[in-house]
């Protein structure tokens, strides 16, 4: 039997680096919504960074943040009760030009939890959302459900960006910020889906040889290293292996960060991608003449299509894809610590917070 609230316990957020526990109402379902229990938020790295105010944070205060959701669904149509589901941080009309462009991940109406839905998101007990774009979890292979939140986003993104560099078979794809909460599923995604050579570069070399565990090929450390440097050591390992270092590399950019970026832009080579994923509020230079005489493309990448978690999810059911090692849970009553120490930077874990409202 599912347990319906009356209200919603939730963490709300009352100004940057600010937030308390309130109880809200449980907003009344429309046709196509369900209200789902949370079993885990887990904490991106854009949630701080609204939370310390580094970013925007938009005219909605007192909010809830949380938009990496999973849960189970306790109310809505009856046939759906009991459904362990992951929710899409972005949930599409479906009505727009944009989505029927086949871009919807990028909907400009889309229902993102802890930014365009009012005062509610994933930090709290319960969230009503559409069902229309619910990715649903037939069996968890052993995954407590709580864990399968980082799905949402941490993995799917990073599947997107993928999708949107066409990873082939025998691709050869470099990741700046390998080891970050997103490029540590980036890795692994692009070696399974067949990538011969996985370079991974980052600041820090503990966890850049975990990325040689889980779908690296070779790692490049960036500290205390000008981009230039980075281009020699990278030149110097594709002669050893007998590889095009001029053409060809799919970069992925994952930091986040100027440096993260300066890196891409310097290793881009001739017929070359380069997709970012990783979000700052930085400015970089880039020459668009360079761009013409490489004939290479730069590419955004937001979210994830809805249409893709099925197959992200079965990539994490097979075991393709490890979530496991890169997780660490915290009580959200403890979530103002997890802010913190989320946004101190250096986890070698992604938070994923659990509600624990009736303790």
Same mark, same amino acid.
């Given at each position: 039997?599912?347990?319906?609230?009356?209200?919603?316990?939730?963490?709300?957020?009352?100004?940057?680096?600010?937030?308390?526990?309130?109880?809200?109402?449980?907003?009344?379902?429309?046709?196509?919504?369900?209200?789902?229990?949370?079993?885990?938020?887990?904490?991106?790295?854009?949630?701080?960074?609204?939370?310390?105010?580094?970013?925007?944070?938009?005219?909605?205060?007192?909010?809830?943040?949380?938009?990496?959701?999973?849960?189970?669904?306790?109310?809505?149509? *009856? !046939?759906?009760?009991? =459904? #362990? +589901? @992951?929710?899409?941080?972005?949930?599409?009309?479906?009505?727009?030009?944009?989505? %029927?462009?086949?871009?919807?991940?990028?909907?400009?109406?889309?229902?993102?939890?802890?930014?365009?839905?009012?005062?509610?998101?994933?930090?709290?007990?319960?969230?009503?959302?559409?069902?229309?774009?619910?990715?649903?979890?037939?069996?968890?292979?052993?995954?407590?459900?709580?864990?399968?939140?980082?799905?949402?986003?941490?993995?799917?993104?990073?599947?997107?960006?993928?999708?949107?560099?066409?990873?082939?078979?025998?691709?050869?794809?470099?990741?700046?910020?390998?080891?970050?909460?997103?490029?540590?599923?980036?890795?692994?995604?692009? *070696? !399974?889906?067949?990538? =011969? #050579? +996985? @370079?991974?570069?980052?600041?820090?070399?503990?966890?850049?040889?975990?990325?040689? %565990?889980?779908?690296?090929?070779?790692?490049?450390?960036?500290?205390?290293?000008?981009?230039?440097?980075?281009?020699?050591?990278?030149?110097?390992?594709?002669?050893?292996?007998?590889?095009?270092?001029?053409?060809?590399?799919?970069?992925?950019?994952?930091?986040?960060?100027?440096?993260?970026?300066?890196?891409?832009?310097?290793?881009?080579?001739?017929?070359?991608?380069?997709?970012?994923?990783?979000?700052?509020?930085?400015?970089?230079?880039?020459?668009?003449?360079?761009?013409?005489?490489?004939?290479?493309?730069?590419?955004?990448?937001?979210?994830?299509?809805?249409?893709?978690?099925?197959?992200?999810?079965?990539?994490?059911?097979?075991?393709?894809?490890?979530?496991?090692?890169?997780?660490?849970?915290?009580?959200?009553?403890?979530?103002?610590?997890?802010?913190?120490?989320?946004?101190?930077?250096?986890?070698?874990?992604?938070?994923?917070?659990?509600?624990?409202?009736?303790?």
């Amino acid at each position: 039997m599912v347990k319906v609230p009356s209200k919603i316990e939730t963490w709300q957020m009352l100004a940057p680096g600010k937030m308390k526990r309130a109880t809200i109402d449980v907003p009344r379902l429309e046709a196509g919504e369900v209200l789902i229990e949370i079993a885990g938020c887990g904490i991106c790295r854009n949630d701080h960074a609204v939370f310390y105010g580094e970013v925007p944070t938009g005219s909605v205060t007192p909010r809830t943040l949380g938009h990496e959701i999973s849960g189970t669904i306790v109310d809505g149509d *009856a !046939a759906l009760l009991g =459904k #362990e +589901v @992951i929710i899409p941080p972005v949930m599409p009309c479906h009505n727009c030009v944009i989505c %029927k462009a086949g871009r919807e991940n990028r909907c400009l109406a889309a229902k993102i939890p802890g930014y365009s839905m009012g005062i509610y998101g994933g930090n709290s007990s319960h969230i009503v959302v559409p069902l229309a774009d619910l990715c649903y979890i037939k069996e968890k292979k052993g995954i407590p459900l709580s864990h399968f939140a980082v799905v949402a986003d941490a993995v799917a993104s990073t599947y997107q960006a993928a999708k949107r560099a066409d990873v082939q078979p025998g691709d050869m794809v470099i990741i700046v910020g390998a080891t970050g909460g997103a490029g540590v599923y980036a890795t692994q995604i692009c *070696a !399974a889906m067949g990538a =011969k #050579e +996985v @370079i991974g570069i980052a600041r820090n070399e503990e966890k850049l040889e975990r990325a040689m %565990k889980f779908g690296a090929t070779h790692v490049i450390s960036s500290r205390n290293k000008t981009a230039k440097e980075i281009l020699a050591e990278f030149y110097s390992y594709c002669m050893s292996k007998s590889l095009p270092p001029y053409c060809g590399w799919k970069i992925f950019e994952w930091s986040g960060t100027a440096a993260g970026q300066e890196i891409a832009l310097e290793l881009l080579p001739f017929i070359g991608k380069l997709v970012v994923g990783g979000c700052g509020t930085h400015q970089n230079e880039c020459s668009f003449s360079r761009l013409m005489t490489l004939e290479a493309d730069i590419i955004g990448s937001w979210a994830c299509r809805p249409k893709y978690y099925p197959d992200v999810l079965n990539m994490v059911l097979s075991g393709l894809i490890r979530i496991e090692p890169f997780i660490k849970t915290m009580p959200m009553s403890q979530i103002k610590e997890a802010y913190e120490e989320a946004h101190r930077g250096g986890l070698t874990q992604r938070i994923v917070l659990t509600p624990d409202f009736e303790k």
